[in-house]
């Protein structure tokens, strides 16, 4: 398998991507496209890796803090390079911790979507006490979202945890401020009456369902469905340090 990396891009820079890259190789058998500049990834990369990988030089990085618009007119940059990869055939995927908003701005355009999805998701895993994980969508990509965004939303999540996850029957739920079918507002509601038609629907959840391991595909909206995300890193890493200080 060919993977085209965005090795510039994230929080911390290069060096835990090509870390990670190291890793994987130690593990998997793939091909890994390097995207970057190529003199810092062959100094981070291990030596004996280099012959298992292609570098694809690219002195422009779309910094966490600029405008996912921007991104769509540096065509030198590593997100950009990194897609069009894809787009042309010489890779079959593409990893990037960049900016979010660029990269599914440049999926959506240079790639498209799926024949009849309106909008695309960005979902999670989240770790939960039954040793597997549950996936959470959309996890920012839409702030904004109507009830048929989020009956799509759960057909994206129930087919990427058969295929991904390789989960049978995944069981889905559509995140809510109750379990009980007048719960949530307006458009989860809606929604609600959507996915009724769901064989594997099991109705609302709770945000603390999503760690019980009982349902597989948590559907909401990128606006709680981020802040789901930010409030579980925040409160794992307070968990984390007060166990240190113990």
Do not use: W
């Not at 820079?13 to 091909?31: Q, W, Y």
């Not at 991904?164 to 929604?191: F, H, R």
């Amino acid at each position: 398998m060919r993977i085209a990396i965005d090795a510039m891009g994230g929080d911390f820079g290069p060096a835990p991507i090509i870390e990670g890259v190291a890793r994987a190789l130690e593990k998997k058998d793939f091909t890994p496209y390097l995207v970057g500049k190529e003199e810092i990834i062959k100094e981070l990369l291990p030596k004996k890796y280099h012959s298992r990988v292609r570098f694809i030089n690219s002195d422009d990085v779309i910094g966490m803090h600029e405008s996912a618009t921007e991104a769509l007119k540096r065509k030198e940059s590593t997100i950009y390079k990194s897609i069009e990869l894809l787009k042309s055939g010489e890779v079959e995927g593409v990893v990037s911790a960049g900016h979010s908003g660029a990269s599914m701005s440049l999926a959506t355009l240079r790639l498209g979507r799926i024949k009849g999805i309106k909008r695309p998701a960005i979902v999670t895993f989240m770790p939960t006490i039954k040793k597997k994980y549950s996936l959470v969508l959309d996890v920012g990509a839409n702030v904004d979202c109507d009830a048929y965004n989020l009956y799509q939303f759960a057909l994206m999540g129930e087919v990427y945890a058969k295929v991904v996850l390789n989960t049978p029957n995944p069981k889905i739920g559509l995140l809510s401020n109750g379990e009980e079918k007048s719960k949530g507002n307006s458009v989860t509601k809606e929604a609600y009456t959507l996915m009724e038609n769901f064989d594997n629907f099991i109705g609302n959840v709770e945000g603390g369902d999503i760690f019980k391991g009982d349902v597989d595909v948590i559907v909401t909206d990128g606006f709680i469905g981020n802040i789901v995300l930010k409030t579980s890193e925040g409160v794992a890493d307070t968990i984390g340090k007060l166990l240190k200080k113990k």
